[in-house]
């Protein structure tokens, strides 16, 4: 056997840094340190490193690959391995990116880990440095009694384990199952103080738990204590809409379980309806894909800043690539007014090649630029005139995939037109949710669990007052 010690290190600073890696010997077999925190996910297995690691492998071919995060430039190199040889390995990592420094700061908002998970607070202290997060959000959740391994974690900003410049978090994932669909739906909590009973309801507790109470009223808690509400899995969840459109969310996520396909309609139809609602991603069972959302703060990265940029939409969710959108100098979260014609471009950067960059107006794909070739880095301009309010954003994609197979994409959050004229699909999804809203009353009426009918009342009344809401939407008044 030869023996490998490797050091990881910034190319620019030459400081030691915290990395995953992978090792393929000579027998197709990846090898780790004992008792090394693993990746979980799909794709490449790798172990996590905070700047150094020692392991012994086989004589022959060996290949190794070194990643952080998504902003610096996964390192391969490949030896030949001699027996009872050791190799040192100076393994420096460059960074093609460095969005930090132009005040974009990424997070994951959604991660949780499993009641297997044998080292969760060692996982959950080299998480942000491994997957370089400004803010990574653990949170707490309940299925029956299964337990969970992030429900050790206390809630709030972990100080054992956050810097100035990574901030851990543990929040909550506050749910709700029917026994065949989704029911209310997935939210998650962030920078909350104490904990939102019940955490769960329904069949997520037991097969005889009520469907009470209603997210919208478990949001209303959070937000008393100054916490941040997101939406999960894409909008998914009958009360998503009503939440929605009565204010209860300050973003959505999307794309957050690795599984589920980046799938925009829901969202994109309550833009229509002119809810602003900023994007934002997480990952789900662990950090299990790339996915993280981007946000501008105004200020000095801190927790509150970050958190104040979410909720004004300054933000892009991508698995990698940077993308960015402006309009007349205005950057997503931002609102525009009068019919004015005004110059907009979309610059990208990115380390996998992306083929394909959209702008969309309204849900629809307004402009479409593809590289056949692949493009790492450029910018589009081009023209923007609204003829009425509405809204556009940009997104890309490519048939690259990092090392978790994942394909890449990237997507911003909206810039907002006000012109004083309603944009002609806002009556077409105001009827979509009067609708679904509808049929979710009739679930409520008669298949919903409830203690009592004040319960079942008090949930067809959330229900009416948000139908109301996109009523009211429909006819302008």
């Given amino acids: 056997m030869a023996t490998i010690r490797g050091t990881i290190f910034d190319a620019t600073s030459g400081s030691p840094t915290a990395a995953k890696v992978h090792v393929l010997d000579s027998t197709g077999h990846f090898r780790a340190p004992a008792d090394s925190v693993l990746k979980i996910g799909p794709g490449r297995p790798f172990f996590y490193c905070e700047g150094n690691f020692e392991l012994d492998v086989p004589r022959g071919a060996v290949d190794i690959l070194v990643e952080r995060g998504t902003e610096y430039e996964p390192l391969k190199l490949s030896l030949s391995a001699s027996p009872q040889a050791n190799i040192d390995l100076e393994l420096p990592l460059k960074r093609w990116a460095d969005l930090p420094s132009q005040q974009w700061f990424p997070g994951n908002t959604h991660i ?15 998480e942000p440095h491994v997957h370089d997060f400004s803010v990574t959000v653990v949170s707490i959740l309940q299925r029956n009694d299964l337990p969970y391994a992030s429900n050790r974690f206390p809630l709030g900003v972990m100080n054992d384990v956050s810097t100035a410049h990574h901030v851990v978090d543990i929040g909550e994932e506050n749910r709700h199952n029917a026994s065949s669909h989704m029911g209310y739906g997935h939210v998650m909590f962030l920078r909350i103080r104490n904990v939102v009973e019940p955490v769960s309801r329904g069949v997520l507790v037991d097969d005889f738990n009520p469907d009470f109470p209603p997210l919208c009223f478990a949001c209303d808690d959070a937000r008393e204590q100054g916490g941040a509400v997101l939406w999960c899995h894409n909008g998914i969840g009958m009360e998503a809409p009503v939440a929605a459109v009565l204010g209860k969310l300050d973003g959505f996520n999307l794309f957050d379980p690795y599984w589920k396909d980046p799938e925009y309609d829901i969202w994109y139809k309550l833009l229509n309806c002119g809810l602003f609602l900023p994007a934002s ?11 993280r959302v981007y946000v501008q703060t105004k200020d000095d990265f801190t927790y509150d800043n970050w958190i104040d940029g979410l909720k004004e939409g300054r933000t892009f969710i991508t698995n990698g690539p940077a993308l960015f959108l402006d309009v007349g100098g205005k950057g997503p979260g931002c609102r525009i007014t009068g019919e004015n014609q005004a110059e907009a471009q979309i610059t990208w950067q990115s380390h996998y090649p992306i083929d394909r960059v959209e702008l969309i107006q309204n849900g629809k794909i307004a402009q479409t630029w593809t590289y056949h070739e692949g493009s790492r880095s450029g910018q589009v301009s081009f023209d923007v005139k609204p003829s009425t309010d509405g809204w556009v954003a940009a997104r890309c994609s490519g048939s690259a995939r990092d090392s978790f197979d994942q394909a890449v994409y990237a997507h911003t959050s909206p810039i907002w037109f006000d012109i004083g004229r309603p944009q002609p699909e806002r009556a077409l999804d105001a009827e979509y949710f009067i609708q679904s809203i509808e049929r979710s009353l009739d679930w409520v009426g008669r298949t919903g669990r409830y203690a009592s009918d004040d319960q079942r009342d008090a949930v067809a009344e959330l229900f009416r007052k948000g139908q109301k809401c996109y009523e009211a939407i429909l006819t302008g008044s």
């Fill in 112 to 126: 949780h880990y499993d009641e297997k998970e044998q080292q969760p607070h060692e996982r959950v202290r080299l």
């Fill in 281 to 291: 991603t997480g990952s789900d069972w662990f950090v299990c894909s790339n996915n």
